[in-house]
């Protein structure tokens, strides 16, 4: 009887293009925030294109087309961002894990 194999492709070196620069409009972002109390659990890290894009359509209430205009990049790229920014702060109130912004 002939079965079928599935194969997983395994990806070798640079595969895909390299992601696009964002335009990032906020300075000074602090380098972390500490929850009270604090667990000793691995902290959470958001970049400051996730933080960017969340504070365009949050507290700006921008759209993601015009959010994506302001950062140069595409309103998936935004939407995608957003989400990310919004299931870390989430995940880190909730357990009451720290935040680390990271530096470019």
């Known amino acids: 009887m002939f079965q079928h194999q599935w194969r997983r492709?395994?990806?070798h070196?640079?595969?895909?293009?390299?992601?696009?620069p964002v335009t990032i409009t906020s300075t000074n972002l602090p380098e972390k925030f500490e929850p009270t109390?604090?667990?000793?659990?691995?902290?959470?890290?958001l970049?400051?294109?996730?933080?960017?894009?969340?504070?365009?359509?949050e507290l700006e209430k921008l759209t993601f087309e015009e959010a994506a205009a302001r950062m140069k990049v595409s309103r998936?790229?935004?939407w995608r961002l957003a989400e990310k920014a919004r299931?870390?702060?989430a995940?880190?109130?909730?357990?009451?894990?720290?935040?680390?912004i990271q530096r470019e």
């Open 9 to 11: 492709r395994h990806r």
């Open 13 to 20: 070196g640079n595969v895909g293009r390299p992601p696009k």
């Open 37 to 45: 109390p604090k667990r000793n659990a691995e902290p959470i890290f």
């Open 47 to 57: 970049e400051p294109a996730e933080i960017e894009a969340l504070k365009l359509v």
């Open 76 to 78: 998936n790229t935004v």
């Open 87 to 89: 299931e870390k702060l």
């Open 91 to 100: 995940k880190a109130i909730v357990e009451s894990r720290e935040i680390l």
